[in-house]
């Protein structure tokens, strides 16, 4: 990351960056050496963000690769030697994470499941379809985002306890499968890019719009399904409030809640504390290397088209 | 459909034999669960929360009502409710603002043609994908006072450690500064799609005119990026108002109630104390400020935001 990865003056002429084309009419050197110096500066900015951002998440590794007497030692050590590989399996002893794991994995992927069959229904009506009140219950969806989910807390406690869903999985589950203000509103926007007039081609074959729903927009839109797909198990398996309120037995819990218990129990135990965080974050980002595509696309797309 | 024969109910048999009343049936089979869910989920609970917040309640007694008593006791004599509004006030204007303008920034540096874009752009948005939680368990541990890895690195530049967070001082922009660290890579991400909708002639007629990079900035992308960045705007106030995890992991809004918020003390006045009908009143309270400050800047917006030059 030096001045040698600046692309030569005529490429640099085509783009944005600020005075490039202004400036090229002056003479050449004087140019070249501002031009490096403001290459090397942003360079220099880019990586020093790069380090704020990646040093926390390397010192949480770190951290859980050490013996309880070397988390203290100062001046820090980044390597511990050997790395202490025991502090994982001696979490599970602590407390029961596999559970947490199968837990968060299960929620995560029914609430997924649920959120991708309901939000592409009912988005495609909202996208493609014409019928009455259509403009209405869309706007009444879209407000719905800004209704905090706290309003709502209580009155679902009651309700989930009234019908014996507390410590159960499914107040984290089943509301999936009918609908999210945010999933439909992202499906809509993917559906709006697919051609009208494969619709109309449908329509004249005989299809019904149902059967154009899932034989046509469903597979033309698995880079929105993927997007959504991806947020919705990130925000199912991120999410505290919920199973902090709805999940008060061990064995039903989460493992985002998981660790908040662990870092209450374990006494200052900084080694293991960390390495539950590694565990907990684990899954999610390895999921974001591999679909790190429609997730920086669907944020791009809501987030504009908003 | 039975046979009823009234002139409306002919009209809408008579619609719904029609394309347009088939192709209506099918919208509204698809947008069923939908319409339960709004229902039963959403509309129905909002509106118990509002009749709870007239009453007095503890979950196992039946609620009852007493008007606005929880709202007056709210307003005029608790004054923990007023050190939660201050508290998440803070808060809000200690990250939005900031957290914005960075991520501006930083999104403008990136949209330049650099190498390593992909990469940069990766290691920024790793915060983002890790949950609240662990990221709070991580910075609990980086903001330690004898061996945290921020005070050491504060010794090392020669100032004085701080005992972050048990500090009344300290503790809220100790939380302030982990969160936008957490979520500026969302917003990266919005702006730079947004500078790559910049349509390149505006800056190329501006060349021609001899504008400099100075005034391109503040003359076309600017204005070209508003619609942008009220969208960020919007969303990080409606987000940054319902801050909960932060707090519950890492202070237990302590020191002295110096980093409760509105909603960390719903959750203790419902769900450690059992004040169902209080809580749903603060939930209201919040529910309230959220929408104002929404319309507030969906009608400001007229002021600044461009939707073309």
Not at chain 1, 6 to 17: F, K, Q, S, V
Not at chain 2, 106 to 119: C, E, G, S
Not at chain 2, 293 to 309: A, C, I, K, S
Request: aromatic share 14%; proline share 5%.
């Amino acid at each position: 990351m030096s001045a040698q990865d600046a692309p030569p003056i005529g490429e640099a002429r085509t783009t944005a960056i600020p005075g490039a084309s202004a400036a090229a009419s002056e003479g050449l050197t004087s140019y070249r050496v501002l031009y490096i110096t403001w290459r090397v500066l942003l360079y220099a900015v880019l990586t020093l963000v790069g380090a704020t951002m990646l040093l926390p998440l390397l010192w949480m590794i770190s951290t859980s690769l050490k013996e309880p007497g070397e988390v203290l030692l100062l001046p820090p050590k980044w390597i511990s030697i050997p790395p202490q590989w025991g502090n994982y399996p001696r979490l599970f002893d602590v407390l029961p994470f596999d559970l947490f794991l199968i837990n968060s994995i299960k929620i995560a992927v029914f609430a997924t499941v649920g959120a991708l069959l309901s939000c592409s229904m009912a988005a495609f009506a909202f996208a493609r379809m014409r019928f009455p009140g259509k403009n209405v219950i869309f706007a009444i969806i879209l407000a719905t985002i800004m209704i905090p989910f706290h309003v709502t807390l209580i009155p679902l406690f009651k309700l989930y306890r009234d019908i014996g869903w507390l410590s159960t999985h499914l107040p984290l589950t089943v509301p999936f499968f009918f609908g999210t203000a945010f999933g439909i509103f992202l499906m809509r926007q993917f559906y709006l890019t697919i051609p009208q007039e494969m619709v109309e081609a449908a329509r004249i074959d005989g299809c019904s719009f149902i059967q154009i729903y899932y034989r046509i927009f469903l597979p033309l839109s698995k880079p929105g399904l993927a997007t959504l797909g991806i947020f919705t198990f990130l925000g199912s398996w991120n999410n505290l409030m919920g199973p902090l309120i709805f999940l008060t037995k061990v064995e039903t819990m989460t493992i985002t809640l998981g660790l908040t218990l662990l870092t209450n129990q374990s006494g200052g135990r900084w080694e293991l504390i960390q390495a539950g965080a590694v565990i907990s974050i684990l899954p999610i980002v390895v999921m974001f290397f591999i679909g790190q595509e429609h997730f920086i696309q669907g944020i791009a797309r809501t987030g504009i088209k908003g | 459909m039975s046979a009823v024969t009234t002139p409306a109910r002919g009209r809408v048999r008579e619609f719904l034999g029609s394309n347009r009343g088939r192709e209506a049936i099918e919208a509204y089979i698809l947008i069923l669960p939908t319409i339960l869910g709004l229902i039963v989920f959403t509309a129905s609970p909002v509106l118990a929360s509002l009749y709870y917040s007239f009453t007095r309640w503890n979950l196992l007694s039946t609620p009852k009502w007493q008007a606005f008593d929880n709202y007056i006791e709210l307003l005029t004599e608790d004054p923990l409710f007023w050190i939660t509004i201050k508290n998440t006030g803070y808060y809000v204007l200690g990250t939005v603002p900031t957290g914005t303008v960075l991520a501006l920034l930083l999104a403008i540096a990136l949209n330049q043609k650099i190498r390593f874009v992909a990469v940069f752009r990766t290691i920024y948005f790793l915060p983002v994908v890790s949950s609240v939680v662990a990221i709070s368990v991580l910075w609990l541990w980086l903001y330690q006072s004898d061996f945290g890895l921020v005070n050491e690195l504060l010794r090392s530049l020669g100032f004085r450690g701080v005992r972050w967070l048990s500090s009344v001082t300290w503790a809220m922009p100790a939380i302030i500064i982990m969160s936008i660290w957490h979520g500026l890579g969302y917003n990266i991400v919005i702006f730079i799609a947004g500078l790559q909708g910049i349509p390149q002639d505006y800056y190329e007629a501006a060349t021609v005119d001899g504008a400099n990079a100075w005034h391109k900035f503040i003359n076309i992308t600017i204005p070209l990026l508003s619609p942008v960045t009220f969208f960020v705007l919007t969303l990080s106030v409606i987000n940054s108002f319902q801050v909960f995890a932060q707090a519950y992991v890492m202070t237990r809004g302590g020191p002295v109630n110096a980093t409760k918020t509105i909603v960390y003390y719903l959750f203790q006045q419902g769900f450690e104390n059992f004040h169902m009908g209080y809580a749903s009143a603060l939930a209201y309270v919040l529910f309230v400020i959220i929408v104002s400050l929404t319309l507030f800047q969906f009608w400001f917006q007229r002021r600044w935001v461009h939707y073309e030059l």
